[in-house]
């Protein structure tokens, strides 16, 4: 089945060390998002990749970096997390704009911990 | 700026129960809307959606009708089951432009058996 998958599902890490999360997608889409949920809000857009294209939500910080060396793969970086990081990871896909990309599937999300 | 507003939870409904999630839009443009569905420690599922005024999006016994008079899209179920219980998340989108997903706060369900 065509799904975007994200790796980990779990992450723990310690104030301040890097940490990195995967995602994947077998949708052969276009576009991907990086979004963050914290408990019992609504997910906030990152950042998204169109192609190669990288852009950025104007209030995501420099802490958040995010990289796409292919169509099927996408990660996000933190650079020096902090207690205020920890929240689900969700990443999502579409297509082009105009050919259905307004309707984006989700992975399943990594929950990061940070101690 | 675009912008989506659900109705406050949390809703507890009885199994077989009547549902009915309100939400309203507000968008300069002419946008997608969707709901989406998050089960405990999940992502985000999508459960319908519709394109332009009228349509009705439906699946899962699940209902939505896109009003544009009223900008509304309220998520309608005749008779819902202890598996329905999950948060609930309207949303827009400008398939025309930036292709940013707008999302109402989200609103928790729990079914009782």
């Known amino acids: 089945d065509a799904m975007v998958i994200q790796n980990p599902r779990y992450q723990v890490t310690q104030f301040g060390k890097p940490v990195t999360l995967s995602c994947s997608q077998t949708l052969n889409h276009n576009v991907m998002y990086w979004y963050q949920q914290k408990s019992s809000q609504a997910p906030k857009l990152l950042f998204h990749?169109?192609?190669?294209?990288?852009?950025n939500e104007a209030d995501t910080p420099d802490n958040f970096q995010s990289r796409r060396p292919n169509t099927s793969f996408c990660f996000l970086d933190i650079r020096s997390p902090g207690l205020g990081d920890a929240a689900m990871y969700l990443c999502a896909t579409s297509r082009a704009p105009g050919q259905g990309g307004d309707t984006q599937y989700f992975g399943p999300g990594t929950r990061l911990t940070v101690l | 700026g675009d912008s989506v507003t659900q109705m406050e939870g949390p809703v507890t409904l009885s199994e077989e129960a009547f549902l009915t999630i309100n939400c309203t839009y507000t968008a300069t443009g002419y946008p997608s809307l969707f709901w989406y569905v998050q089960y405990p420690g999940e992502g985000l599922q999508l459960l319908l959606k519709a394109t332009k005024a009228d349509d009705k999006g439906s699946n899962k016994g699940f209902e939505a009708t896109y009003r544009k008079e009223t900008t509304s899209f309220h998520l309608e179920k005749g008779s819902v089951q202890v598996s329905d219980s999950a948060v609930y998340f309207c949303a827009l989108s400008d398939s025309w432009g930036a292709q940013k997903l707008v999302f109402g706060q989200g609103t928790r369900l729990t079914i009782n058996p």
């Open positions: 990749y169109y192609d190669k294209d990288f852009n």
